[in-house]
């Protein structure tokens, strides 16, 4: 039991080895350009460029105009950001100041009821005084 453990990991790391190994031999082979021919094989001829084709100054170029494009779209993506945010604060503005007109009606709305209410008491009110006021004088004339 204790040997197969070890087994299995004496093959893991072997196999770990063998891919960080290959891996650099890769880059090694590629970096300094000796594989040129091996590549050429490989890829039926096609120029395809390798690490050490480039050069340094061709690839600051590449780097700054990356960087100039990232820095394009970043602006570009800031830009529509803010014209959507300045968008959204409108349309908030728009709401908020519609909700408190309609509000306002409402309110004025209610008022106008509340003070055909009171009147139409008070009215009430007198007609039931003068009501009371009649039966009393009926009650006495009689």
Do not use: H
């Amino acid at each position: 039991m204790k040997t197969d453990t070890l087994y299995n990991q004496l093959k893991k790391y072997t196999q770990k080895f063998l891919l960080v190994f290959s891996c650099l031999l890769a880059l090694i082979v590629g970096w300094s350009g000796n594989g040129i021919n091996l590549a050429n094989a490989a890829t039926g001829g096609n120029n395809i460029p390798l690490i050490a084709d480039f050069d340094p100054s061709g690839i600051r170029n590449q780097i700054e105009g990356k960087t100039k494009e990232i820095e394009g779209r970043t602006q570009k993506d800031l830009g529509k950001a803010e014209s959507k945010f300045d968008e959204a604060a409108k349309t908030a503005n728009r709401k908020a100041d519609e909700a408190t007109a309609e509000l306002k009606k409402n309110t004025q709305d209610s008022i106008k009821e509340s003070e055909k209410a009171l009147e139409k008491a008070g009215n009430q009110t007198q007609d039931t005084g003068e009501g009371v006021i009649d039966s009393i004088k009926e009650f006495f004339n009689k």
